[in-house]
């Protein structure tokens, strides 16, 4: 995943800038990256922040970085913001983004005598390959257009002129893109509370498609917003941070209610303790343990310091070990009790095999897991998260194709297990339940998980759990 964040003030913006950046840093652990616009012109600064926070790589740059205008970046992925001398004269460009026809474009933009910088893994830096795009149109905003219509996947953008921040939202909506406003600075924001201790207001979310153009006192729609919206709905299972909102529904809010339609399909359950996962299992399990009325419980804490997210790691063994080191055991909310734990979702399901292992190992007489989403059958085309992870490798497939003596399923076979009153979704819960050692486990229906949001259904993203575009 990644993060942007944007500011043009009539004074220096880099206090702004650092801060609201930083504020993305639980969307990416590998690249970081802020470029500026002053009286020096562009000066860009950008970092591996796999092994240090952000804060820490970039506090001795802003000695270096100046200007009334900057944007920022988290990223998992191309290190950016980029800057790019052009037909449309230099600019800085930084983008979330997911693209599934990368070669196509390539092949067609190399027609025109351009070249590509290759990164170290072999690949093209998506960003500049959006630049690329956006100068093979005679202006920045049929630019920016044509950019967004040519990729399959998502993309949401800034890119920065002397003149002004444009900002661009996916022309599908799956990834938020929020202005904010004070007296003498606006910004744009990927998440909605990244502005909130630095004196913004909210001004207004972007809709689907829509760009805007932006300087310190104004900001002027250039491209009018359309009308079909499908947003991530994992970015409020998971992604987001419990401040933040989207499209008018705040994370924790949701995550709660999530909690509450759980506990509503477990009537008659008997446990002693409901516990979350942390950190975004947390309130899912509020919400269950405050709606069923069984006492909520933190049997295990994450020791967040040095530990980062534990699916970042490529190396499977890694992986498994950050799961399993980085939660420490409270023995005595353990020992002799039935428990029910709540994670936001399972992948592969090595970690919560390893959290249930070790939740054994530390004295708990039964475990049982709920999952505050439905099973993930299909790798996402629209989102990067998934990048490392193919579709056989999540557990649901894993044991689709177990019980279905085949690797490639066929969709209207998939869309059976998709479907949480059919006789093949419960023999897939019940094998993966029996694979994982839980002692139980019922995942979060999607009906009941979109009505958690509170928006309507068709506006949300459900391609991972049932392949519907």
Known sequence: MSGFFGVASKESCLFDLYFGTDYHSHLGTRRAGMATYGSQGFTKSIHNIENSPFRTKFENDLNELEGTMGIGCISDYEPQPIVIRSIHGTYAITTVSKINNTQEIIENVLQHRTHFFEMSNGEVNATELV??????????????QYALDTIDGSLSLLLMTPKGIYAARDKHGRTPVILGKKDDARCVTFESFAFLNLGYELDRELGPGEIVCFD??????????????KICTFL???????????????VEEMRYNCGKLLARRDAGLQVDVVAG????????????????????????????????????????TKRNLIAKMKLIPVHELIQGKKLLLIDDSIVRGTQLRETTEFLYE????????????????????????????SEHELIARRVIEELEGQENVPMEVLQEYADPDSEKYQKMVDKICEKLNF???????????????????????????????
């Open 362 to 389: 530390s004295g708990a007489k039964e475990v049982h897991i709920r999952p505050a989403c439905p099973p993930l059958l299909f790798g996402c085309k629209y989102l990067n998260f998934s990048r490392s992870t």
């Open 439 to 469: 002692t139980s486990l019922r995942y979060h229906r999607l009906d009941d998980m979109l009505d958690s949001v509170g928006l309507d259904h068709c506006k949300m993203c459900t391609y991972c759990w049932n392949g519907k575009e």
């Open 216 to 229: 310190d006192h104004s900001c002027q729609t250039l491209v009018q917003p359309g009308s079909d919206m």
């Open 277 to 316: 996962v942390p950190d975004s299992g947390t309130a899912h399990a509020v919400g269950y343990a405050n709606e069923i009325g069984i006492p909520f419980s933190r049997p295990f804490i994450k020791y967040t310091p040095t530990w980062p997210r534990s699916f970042m790691p490529t190396i499977q």
């Open 131 to 144: 630049a690329a795009l956006i100068n093979q149109k005679d202006n920045l905003i049929e630019g920016i």
């Open 236 to 250: 409020w299972v998971y992604y987001g941070y419990p401040s933040a909102t989207y499209e008018g529904v705040n």
